[in-house]
């Protein structure tokens, strides 16, 4: 039964982005070219992959707003990689870019474990932290896509049967983190916390440690995110990801993962980042102004909030009715 | 099997528990009584490993053990039924029961189809139908206690520790609980029970352990103690009466409820409650008894009938009107609806009454505080200081901060909604003089009970429900047990 929910809330969210990309090709068929289906692949990947980690973190009560600035952080030490040791091979380059945005994880993971400070705080924080280490470190420094491998950059446009290499990371970690969330204690575990921190602890289920991976989880997917950021824009400067944290959480409510915890699935959350980012491109094809896309993803998440009240109504109504008889 | 000795726990100045020995035995039960704050909770955390003992040893079969938190007491075969409901709203009823021990498949995946089977089996052992599949959310305090108890016993533990496993159950759901209870005991295991019902733990338990003020004061067979030696122990002094019921002429009609109606909780529910009457609303856990008050105090809206008090109609589903028309409700759930269990305890008890003691808009401490000081030395809560968030205090400390919240804004009508539930004796006879003295003072008072003791030495009248109807209405000098049962019920006598 709950499984039916979600079903609803998953399927709720690509009917309205199924409805959008018909309306927008129906105002202009080139909507749907191949290279614009590309590009919206494209954009959509490195805020999804962000939602899937913000949506980890969400599901046990928690927030991180500073993957922002790690995306910022882990781009900027790709750069400053392939600068500093030339002909470095790009899957180093991957990982020690996630590495570093699992180390800024685990430092929000662990004030929030170790010190009790509310997740909000600590990761609003971070934020500044993390940016200022970017300012700090590539003030004086100028990295242009000449300094980083063609290979690398390659990765950043390259696609495999018309779908980007980009792309398939996206869906590889997106399948990765549903698994480990439907299937494995470790990520039921997860939810009950979201659901009921002091149940879970009545539960044995060993809640500091959970919510610090969570965080470790959610540091190396922005880590990533970075990464991805490089090779796909190749001039870097310090303001990569400036903001991004807020389009991260919105794409993740309007996915349907509860803003309390316990319930949504990265699923829900990468659908709402492939929603956004349609958005963003769908309303200049469709002669809106500009001006109206933030409006437009205000009303949205405020319609996703809307949809999960009303569903969660309902629920609550048919469990009633199924009451047994005594 | 598992002892505890010399031990010793505080919290910050209070000390919760002293030098307090007990000792499980294999296949016998054993029951643990007291007051509510006599440091019976505090033990079951011990036991549970949630807590740690600051002096003393935690024995298992003979060996110390000290645990590093409840997974550990687990894995040593020890179970704990807390007395509040501990689920997650949002997962599955099986997920509930087997969260951090799933079954997993060689892959190390959940297996769910064996964790939903074996869930449906725990339940047709207790013999009721839940469907493992539906979210906790919803469930009534009845049904969540059982998945309480059938996540307990999905632990095959050898020690299980029961705390008031039965104050939501009715009485044949306690009857199941107790023949699975027996067949473990039988097997070998050891049970300790909590409870504040007496023929429960006469029923079920060959030893009894009374405890007050964090001290045990005394420990032996069952079958050498009564009753009444036991409530003495317990409070430390004989309880005049439990039931002290003031004689009243009633007077106006203070609250007249219609023909109300809500679809699939309850039809054409009609009844009077006259100032100074204490009338008891009974009838089998799930007859719809809480849906009616919630209905009468605004918080549901009915889809017909009306809602009179002192002649004057309340608008449906208007909770300030109810309270402003001088309408309380003291709640069933205290945690959930009845306090905000982060605030504190002066916060709690001056919340309906926030606009009455504040200036000008301002809420300004003083009065606050004065209004909160003299209730709470009224009730005679027990609390270090009135700045305590109310999640610090005890089951029945608790529920007396709902009693001074509601009763500082001197109701017409005061409903009360299993008003005992979860308290012990000494707080029980305190609450039901309070409920006295309000009739006397020409309040109606309307009480949801399940405690048929309680309900026959209260009322001036008794309302029986079933099934979301009113069955039956008993004047106080016919109702037995009999007669309020078989109304219940349904039965033929």
Redesign the interface.
Known sequence: ??HRLFLARELGIALALALLVAVTFAANPRFLSAQNVKDLLLGSTILAILAVGQAIVVITRNVDLSVGSILGLSAMATGVLFVGTPGLPVPVAVVAGVALGAVCGAVNGGLIAAARVPALVVTLGTLYVFRGLDHTWASGRQINAADMPRGFLRMGSATVLGVPVLALFAVAVLVAAGFVLR???SG??L??I???P?????????VGRRVFWAFVASGALAGLAGVLHAARYGTLDANAGLGQELNVVAAVVVGGV?IF???GSVYGAALGAVLLTTIGSALPVLGVNPFWQRAAVGALILAAIGLDRLLAVR??RR???????? | MLALRHVGKSFGAVAALRDVDLTLRAGEAHALVGENGAGKSTLVKIL?G?HAPDTGTVLLDGAPVAFA????A?AAGIA?I?QEP???????VA?NIF????P?TSL???DTARMRRESAALFARLG????P???A??L?IADQQLVEIAKALSTDARVLVMDEPTAAL?G??VERLFAVVRALRADGAAVLFISHRFDEVYALCDRITVMRDGRVVDSGPAAERSVDEVVRRMVGRDVATLFPKLDTTPGEVRLDVRGLSRR??FRDVTFQVRGGEIVALAG???AGRSEVVRAVFGIDRPDAGEVRVDGRRLPPGDTPAAIAAGLALVPEDRRQQGLVMELSVERNATLPRRWALSTAGLLLGGAERRSAASWTERLRVKAARLTDPVSTLSGGNQQKVVLAKWLATAPRVLVVDEPTRGIDVGTKAEVHRLLSELAADGVAVLMVSSELPEVLGMADRVLVMR?GRLVADIPRATADEESVMVAATGAQA
């Open positions: 039964m709950t299937s494995y204690r039921r575990e939810y009950a979201g659901s009921d002091e149940a879970a602890r009545l539960s044995g289920v060993p509860a915890g316990g319930s629920l609550a469990l009633q009715g199924a009451r047994h008889g005594r | 549970a949630v938190g409840p997974a550990d687990r704990v807390y501990t689920l997650f709203p949002d997962l599955s997920e969260m951090g021990r799933q997993l190390r995946r959940i009721v139908h839940i469907d599949d539906r979210p959310r919803g009534s009715s044949v759901e699939g909780f089998l856990v799930g099934e």
